[in-house]
């Protein structure tokens, strides 16, 4: 019989393939929705890291960040050496899930809210406001 821990790390191993699925899938719709978009390549690791910061700075914006809030924190954090990518992403994600617990928000229904409004929207629209992000560099 299963122990308890050994249940968990089960019930976690397949969490963790349902969510590289997601991951896929989510993939699999930039390529489709922005890789037609001459000039950029959504496979580049500065655009996808563009794109998390845009994301990242929005959610902190409304959560009652302000400017000086954000500049303080870069200042903070570029005076330090970088980090391990897989460690801070694993960082990423369990502030995420502390910061919605303190806001009353779900962050597993706001994820899939979130994949299903993208995936209904005209991926016209989507391009078009790629396109104008480029247009001013960012």
């Not at 299963?2 to 790390?9: F, L, N, R």
Request: aromatic share 8%; hydrophobic share 45%.
């Amino acid at each position: 019989m299963a122990s308890m821990s050994q249940m968990v790390v089960l019930q976690l191993q397949m969490e963790r393939r349902r969510r590289d699925q997601r991951q896929q899938l989510i993939m699999n719709w930039i390529r489709d929705t922005f890789g037609v978009i001459p000039g950029l390549d959504v496979e580049s690791q500065r655009e996808r890291a563009m794109r998390f910061l845009e994301e990242a700075l929005e959610l902190c914006q409304t959560a009652g960040l302000t400017q000086g809030d954000v500049y303080s924190m870069a200042r903070y954090t570029y005076g330090r050496p970088a980090g391990v990518l897989a460690q801070e992403a694993g960082g990423v994600a369990v502030t995420l899930y502390a910061l919605c617990e303190v806001f009353g928000v779900s962050a597993a229904q706001a994820e899939f809210d979130e994949i299903g409004r993208v995936m209904d929207i005209s991926p016209d629209k989507f391009q078009a406001r790629h396109v104008a992000k480029m247009e001013k560099g960012i």
